[in-house]
Structure formats: structure tokens, C-alpha cells
């Protein structure tokens, strides 16, 4: 059983930051890559921002340059620093793991959390 958690979301003014954190508990032996995406009221989910174990990162163009993600192994946590906020960011955003656990591989999503950026 695999349990992602995620805290930081809030309401922030353009131009301001904002740091989410995901943890991750449970039966967990190797994390192999967390990640986060969104989803704005009425569209689909989209890819925001993926680390892996080897910490190999990749954005989403949308967020690249002012996002940035990484990682706490020792944790199984991983955070979003969000820079430069813009409206179009407002969103849920989902904290996401492929989890290694007991032989098996599967893939968490935590329950997302609300970033609401005003202009």
C-alpha cells in the first residue's frame, strides 16, 4: 500500500512563488520516478515536471525556467518550486510516483491540491 501526500498549495498574486511537497509512505522499496501534473478546470490533466531516481529531469515548455522539481530519496519526497506564477498556472495539481514495491510496479497519484494564481 502506497500513499502519496501533498501539501503547499495555496492563492498567490502573479509573479509570486509557491513550493508544493509530495511525500510518498507505505510499502515502498525504490521510487523510480515522481513527477507532478495539472489539471485547470475543464481541461485534461497535463504534464507539468518528472524526476527520476538517477535524478534525469524534464518540464513541460509551459514551465520550463520557472519551475523546478527535485527530490529528497531519503524522504520519498518530492517538491515543485514554482516561480515566476502566471494565471494560466492556476490549476490542481497531482503529485504522481512509479513505486517499486515488493516485487511489483505501480503507478500513485496523490489527491491534488489547489494553486490558484490571481492577477
Known amino acids: 500500500q502506497v500513499q502519496l501526500v501533498e501539501s503547499g498549495g495555496g492563492l498567490v498574486q502573479a509573479g509570486e512563488s509557491l513550493t508544493l511537497s509530495c511525500a510518498a509512505s507505505g510499502s515502498i522499496f525504490s521510487i523510480a520516478t515522481m513527477g507532478w501534473y495539472r489539471q485547470a478546470p475543464g481541461k485534461q490533466r497535463e504534464y507539468v515536471a518528472t524526476?527520476?531516481?538517477?535524478?534525469?529531469?524534464n518540464y513541460a515548455d509551459s514551465v520550463k525556467g520557472r519551475f523546478t522539481i527535485s527530490r529528497d530519496n531519503a524522504k520519498n519526497t518530492v517538491y515543485l518550486q514554482m516561480n515566476s506564477l502566471k494565471p494560466e498556472d492556476t490549476a490542481v495539481y497531482y503529485c504522481?510516483?512509479?513505486?517499486?514495491?515488493?516485487?511489483?510496479?505501480?503507478?500513485?497519484w496523490g489527491q491534488g491540491t489547489q494553486v490558484t494564481v490571481s492577477s
Open positions: 504522481n510516483a512509479g513505486v517499486v514495491s515488493l516485487g511489483d510496479y505501480g503507478d500513485y
Open positions: 524526476i527520476t531516481d538517477k535524478s534525469y529531469i
